[in-house]
């Protein structure tokens, strides 16, 4: 067989979503030999397979001749419970801390080793983003992940611990016993402060969002410009929606327990 045939499963079903998992942030549009390059699937196998992503609505092709993702596969992609029902609750809490703040407003999970953002609402005036709505994040540099991580399951944490990990984008070496002190320090508080020194000075101060079973299942922050922030303020702030949120979810008891 030609190209990468996965080891096991089904080879259309694993082609197909190689050829969806060609695209990123960075390569939003594609041609066809980028397509093929990118999935490691032959030219023609790669035609033929778009073809009918694009017959579904999976993808889409312009009059260049380039591929990029379909409006159909958001369409499925936003049922996910996990995003669309976590959403659609946090939605006026983040309204609100966005009005406060005017600034950005972010709801994370984690997916993998990796945080996942749901959504993000920003003032016109807010600093610089480094992160997308959709895009993943580092969970020991962001102050969603670190929340995340925090409430993680502690063999799941020190897999994390374990590996060899660098601030982004600052590139500057993390301390796992440094880390682990500050997982603690949040776990302790219910919030996390985290400050990025690049591309422009922040401040992140994040807060767990609990399931109906106490879970955490989200992380909520607000991200300010580090000059004049005061996360003393912020932190009852972000609490609160976060709570809420939560209270939303079902989180009732968990919540009046704590």
């Known amino acids: 067989m030609r190209g990468r045939r996965p080891p096991q499963g089904d080879p259309v079903v694993d082609r197909a979503l190689a050829l969806l998992q060609a695209f990123d942030a960075g390569h939003p549009y594609l ?43 958001w369409e499925v992609g936003s049922l996910a419970p996990r ?38 609402l920003s003032s016109h005036g807010a600093v610089a983003a480094l992160y997308r709505p ?9 102050g969603v992940g670190l929340v995340l991580l925090a409430f993680a399951d502690p063999a799941f944490q020190e897999q994390v611990l374990a590996q060899p990990l660098v601030h982004q984008p600052e590139k500057v070496p993390v301390s796992a016993a440094a880390l682990r002190r500050t997982l603690a320090e949040i776990r302790r508080d219910g919030l996390a402060t985290f400050r ?6 922040i401040v992140s101060v994040a807060a767990p969002v609990h399931d109906a079973q106490g879970t955490v299942v989200a992380a909520l922050s607000v991200v300010v410009p580090a000059e004049n922030a005061e996360p003393r303020l912020l932190g009852p702030a972000v609490r609160t929606a976060a709570r809420g949120i939560s209270r939303g979810l079902g989180a009732r008891r968990a919540l009046d327990a704590s």
Do not use: C, K, N, Y
């Open 134 to 142: 959709g895009g993943r994040m580092p969970l020991h540099s962001t």
């Open 31 to 73: 041609t066809l030999s980028e397509l093929s390059r990118r999935s490691g699937i032959p030219a023609s196998s790669a035609l033929r397979l778009a073809g009918r992503l694009l017959e579904w609505g999976a993808l889409e092709r312009g009059a260049d001749g380039r591929f990029s993702i379909g409006l159909r596969l």
């Open 196 to 201: 990025r020194g690049a591309p422009g000075p």
């Open 83 to 120: 995003g669309h029902g976590l959403r659609q609750v946090a939605l006026p809490f983040m309204g609100d801390l966005e009005e406060v703040t005017r600034q950005h407003v972010l709801l994370a999970v984690r997916e993998g080793e990796e945080a996942l953002m749901v959504e993000r």
